[in-house]
C-alpha cells in the first residue's frame, strides 16, 4: 500500500523585533572592533608631555600591531573595548584574574628598530597582569645588545653619537626679573613651564628656540639642566647622583644626563653570574624571565633550588627614552622593556586637541594625519 506523501510547507520565518535587530547589530559591532583593535590598529592618547615635542598632549594616535605582531591576550576575563579600568574611573577594575594564558606574539613584518616610537606595557607594574598594565610611548634608543651611555645628556649607542630628534627638549631655566607674558613664551613654543618668584621660570624647550631667547632683553641668563642644591640653581653634572635612576643603587653614581655604561640584555645572550651583573640584572630575572622558582642572595643565583653560575636570556629587552630628555619618566628610572611587553608601533596622528584652548581653537588642525618620526 502505498503511503501518501504530505508537503509540509514551511512556516514562514518570524520576522526579527527592531530590538533583536539593534542587540544583534551592537553584537556584531562589539566583536568587529574587538578583533580589528587586537590585531591591527588600536587608538591611544597622549596624557603626559614625556614626548613632546614630537608628540603633544591630546595627540591622538593610531598604533600598529600589525607591525611587531599581535600577541594573543593573556587575560581573557575583560570587558571588550576596555584595557584595566572602566571608562572615567579610576579604581574600578574591567577584568578578573582567575584565568591567565600563556601569551603567544604572531608574525608581524617588522622588528622593533632603533628610534621607533613604540606603545608598550610599564613594566613595573607587577600588581597587574602583563597586558594590563598602564600603556605607555617613548622611543626606543637601545636595542638588544646595544651598548648605551648618556654623557652631559647627548645619548651615545656602541660609542657613537645616537640620532636626535627633530623636535627634542631638553629642561632649562631662565633667570629674569620680570614676568613673562604667556604669549611670549608661546611664540618660542614653550607650553610647559613653572615660575620660580623672584628667580624666574623653569621650561622644557627645544635647543633653537632657547638660543633666540637668549637675545631678549629681559632674560639675564639660561641655564641647562638645572638642579636645585642649598637653594642654589645650578646645571647638572656627572658628581650628581640621582638614587632614582635604575638599577637604584649608590654603586652607580648616575643622573639623567651622565648615565651609564650599560648593556641591553638579547635573547640567547649568556652571562656570568656575579655581584655586577646581579645588581645590573637581577630585577630583570626575577620578573621578566617567567622563573617560577628563583633566588638571589649573597650575590648567588638560585634557580628551582639549584645554584647556577651562568645565565642565558630568554627574551630581547629594549631601552626607551622620552624625546621631551628631562621630563620623562623612562628607561633611565625603571629599566629595560621586555619584548613580550611591546604592544605596537606608533604610525599617525588623527586628532590633535590642546587642552589649554578654547573651545573654538582646541583643534591642533596642522598636526591633524600627520605622520610620527
Partial sequence: MKIPFFNKKKKPAKPKSKVREWVDALVFAVIAATLIRWATLEAFVIPTPSMEGTLLVGDYLFVSKLHYGPRTPRTPLQLPLTHRRFYRTEDVPAYLDWIQLPQVRLPGFSEVKRNDAVVFNYPEELQYP??????????CVG????????????????????FVPEDIQFSYFIKTKQTIRDRV???YNIWDKMYEPGYGYRVHAEPEEIEKMKSLPFVDDI??????????ILSTDSSDVDPATFPKTPETSWNKDFYGPIEVPKEGQTIKINHDNLLMYGDVLRYYEHLEDIQIKNDKLYIDGQK??????SQDYFFMMGDNR???????FWGFVPKDHVVGKALFIWMS??????????IRWERLFSGIN
Fill in 326 to 332: 628631562h621630563n620623562s619618566w623612562d628607561s633611565r
Fill in 223 to 232: 641655564i641647562f639642566s638645572p638642579t636645585y642644591k642649598n637653594g642654589q
Fill in 353 to 362: 586637541i590642546n587642552p589649554n584652548e578654547s573651545f573654538l581653537s582646541k
Fill in 130 to 139: 602583563l597586558d594590563l598594565r598602564e600603556y605607555y610611548i617613548k622611543r
Fill in 308 to 313: 647556577v653560575s651562568e645565565y642565558t636570556f
Fill in 185 to 187: 613664551f608661546e611664540d
Fill in 143 to 162: 636595542l638588544p645588545g646595544d651598548k648605551l651611555q648618556v654623557k652631559n645628556a647627548e645619548l651615545y649607542i656602541n660609542g657613537e653619537k645616537a
